[in-house]
């Protein structure tokens, strides 16, 4: 019972490189999301894609990019990093019996520290 | 735009006392509430939702929260807390009229039982 896997668990990287969060979901889930958590904030939506084939902007997207690569994963990336985009990123699915579209269930976090 | 108001950052209670976590929401038509619960090192998980229908819900483990459209409220309540019940606790809310997608959160609540 995997739920939702991702990878890496902790990254560090420099201001300025480059890197994919990785995210597989095994429920059959249509949707799938990508949130940031930074201390005080609570969750923040950064893009989600309501079914394969479709990827929508969330409230932070700007420096970041999404790619639903099939149903089962959907990828983050950032090209330029930068010190603000130092958080816990989490992915997150929900399936299609979920009328509200809420997400549903979550993965365990990437922490990502940007120096 | 959609947001929510945790009301308390940190909320202190000794155990098998009730507990009360805040919510509020800015207004719309309808709304969409949900009572998530984070565990260190841990993803989250959903708690209890309003969707429609009878404003008081449940969860399988004790919580309960109503809503209350008047005062654009949706606070989750304990009558008796457990140590294990210790995790941070968010509000959220989103809009039906656009899919419900954008599920906004609140800042969250940490609630420490001792």
């Known amino acids: 019972n995997a739920g939702v896997t991702q990878t890496p668990k902790f990254q560090v990287l420099k201001t300025g490189q480059s890197m994919t969060l990785q995210c597989a979901q095994d429920m059959n889930h249509n949707s799938m999301y990508w949130y940031r958590q930074d201390p005080g904030m609570g969750l923040r939506l950064i893009y989600y894609s309501a079914s394969e084939g479709t990827t929508d902007k969330g409230e932070v997207p700007n420096g970041y990019n999404v790619s639903r690569l099939n149903k089962r994963e959907f990828s983050l990336r950032l090209e330029s990093a930068a010190p603000s985009q130092t958080s816990v990123y989490f992915c997150?699915?929900?399936?299609?019996?979920?009328?509200?579209?809420?997400?549903?269930?979550f993965g365990d976090g990437t922490r990502l520290s940007i120096l | 735009a959609q947001s929510v108001t945790q009301l308390d950052s940190q909320v202190p209670v000794f155990e098998e006392a009730p507990v009360e976590l805040r919510c509020n929401y800015s207004?719309?038509?309808?709304?969409?509430l949900f009572w998530y619960v984070q565990y260190p090192n841990q993803g989250l998980q959903l708690l209890l939702k309003y969707l429609s229908g009878s404003t008081l819900v449940e969860s399988i483990n004790g919580f309960e929260a109503e809503f209350n459209k008047s005062q654009t409220s949706f606070h989750l309540r304990k009558p008796s807390v457990h140590i294990s019940d210790t995790a941070e606790y968010f509000c959220?809310?989103?809009?039906?009229?656009?899919?419900?997608?954008?599920?906004?959160f609140g800042a969250g609540t940490r609630l420490f039982v001792k």
């Open positions: 997150a699915s929900s399936g299609p019996s979920i009328i509200s579209n809420q997400p549903q269930h």
């Open positions: 959220a809310v989103s809009d039906p009229g656009t899919g419900g997608f954008k599920t906004i």
């Open positions: 207004s719309s038509v309808s709304v969409y």
